[in-house]
Structure formats: structure tokens, C-alpha cells
């Protein structure tokens, strides 16, 4: 059974550092990986999907890298704002056997950025 | 089309009624799937549509959770005789295609079972 785990659960920096958010995963089968961001009370937003030939993704201010072989994923925000703020989320889809589309998330990191 | 819309925001219930939630997908996506999460976890996979074939169920969907997909278009996720353990956040998600897609999720369903 596939399991993710991100560290740290909650994380608090000042406004302008870069920063980084750690998964884990326990089957390195897997399709893809995706990080999502989460607003208090609302739904999940897909930032970043990296598949699994691939080793990192950027988009802005954000850069996330894959080492399958290791079930590892980083996700790195440069210059962080205030607006960053919110709980992190990694998801694994896979590994292979299962449903596509199927995601195992994890519990997520919340994120403050404090101005 | 603006992205996946979830109905009701909010839904409040006593324990033994049967409710009913709405998720309306991108309209160009035809598959569609249904997560619960609950307070400080992440999402859990219930279950997922190929337009309008339920194709797999989690162990998580008891016998009082039944979801439907009618002409591949909108679902629904009814729970009948809810539990005070059914209190989650209901999110609905679509994607256009198998693998490789992100998925896009709707705003969610917060249930409240008291």
C-alpha cells in the first residue's frame, strides 16, 4: 500500500526566504507526482506534476524535483509572500496496477509567511 | 465553463437523515472522481467515473454511500442514514484524460453531522 509522508507538518518563516517542503513515498512505481496548494475551507489547486520520467518542473517562484528511485520530492519556493501562505500538498499516482487517477496524498504542510 | 462546481458549500445534518451532494465537472472532462478529507489529513480516494461507468469504489464507501454519474455528465454522492464519522469535507475532482493530468477540484462539499 502506498504511503506519503511530507515534512515538516507546519512551517513559519519571515517574508523573502526561500524555503523548502520534503515527500516522501513508500512505492517508487508510480505515474506522476503532483503538488497541489489549499486554501483554508476551499478545494485544491495542482501547482506542479512532475511524471516519472521527468526530475523537476518549474513554474514562477516555484521548482519541484522527483528522485523516483529514492520516493522522494521536493518542492522549493523562492522569495516567499505573504500570499504563499496555505497547507501544502504532495500526491502520488500510482504505482502501476492501480486506477489512473487514483492520488495518495499526504497530510500536507502548512505553510505561514509572516510579513 | 470556469472549473469543477460543487453543490451545496455547506451542509449541516442530523444523524439518520440521508443527504445528497452535487459536483458538476469541466464540461469537456469525462473522467470524475470523489474524495473525502477530513480535519489536518489529506484527501482520500471514495471512487471515480469513466463518463458514466463507476469503475472503482474504495473500501471507504460503505453500503450507505452510493454515487452516480448519469449520460457521463454531473454527479452525485448520496449518503443515507450519515454518521457523526461521515463529517468531512466532500471534494470533486475531473480530468480529461487516464494518467498524466492534473486534476482539477472543485471548492467542496463540508458536511456536518451533529
Known amino acids: 500500500k502506498q504511503e506519503v509522508t511530507q515534512i515538516p507538518a507546519a512551517l513559519s518563516v519571515p517574508e523573502g526566504e526561500n524555503l523548502v517542503l520534503n515527500c516522501s513515498f513508500t512505492?517508487?512505481?508510480?505515474?506522476?507526482l503532483q503538488w497541489f496548494r489549499q486554501d483554508p475551507g476551499k478545494g485544491l489547486t495542482s501547482l506542479l506534476l512532475i511524471q516519472s520520467s521527468q526530475r523537476e518542473q518549474t513554474s514562477g517562484r516555484l521548482n519541484a524535483s522527483l528522485d523516483k528511485s529514492s520516493g522522494r520530492s521536493t518542492l522549493y519556493i523562492a522569495a516567499s509572500q505573504p500570499g504563499d501562505s496555505a497547507t501544502y500538498l504532495c500526491a502520488v499516482e500510482g504505482p502501476g496496477g492501480t486506477s489512473y487517477g487514483k492520488l495518495t496524498f499526504g497530510q500536507g504542510t502548512i505553510l505561514t509567511v509572516h510579513p | 465553463d470556469t472549473g469543477v462546481s460543487q453543490n451545496p458549500r455547506h451542509k449541516i445534518t442530523k444523524r439518520g437523515q440521508n443527504v445528497t451532494f452535487r459536483c458538476d465537472p469541466i464540461s469537456e472532462h469525462n473522467r470524475l472522481y470523489w474524495y473525502r478529507q477530513t480535519l489536518g489529513q489529506g484527501p482520500e480516494f471514495l471512487t471515480y467515473?469513466?463518463?458514466?461507468?463507476?469503475?472503482?469504489k474504495s473500501r471507504l464507501l460503505s453500503d450507505r454511500f452510493s454515487a452516480e454519474r448519469p449520460k457521463g455528465s454531473f454527479s452525485t454522492l448520496e449518503i443515507q442514514r450519515t454518521e457523526q464519522g461521515d463529517s468531512a469535507m466532500y471534494l470533486c475532482a475531473s480530468s480529461f484524460k487516464a494518467t498524466n493530468e492534473k486534476l482539477f477540484f472543485g471548492s467542496g462539499t463540508q458536511l456536518s453531522v451533529l
Open positions: 512505492d517508487s512505481a508510480i505515474y506522476n
Open positions: 467515473f469513466q463518463n458514466e461507468a463507476q469503475l472503482e
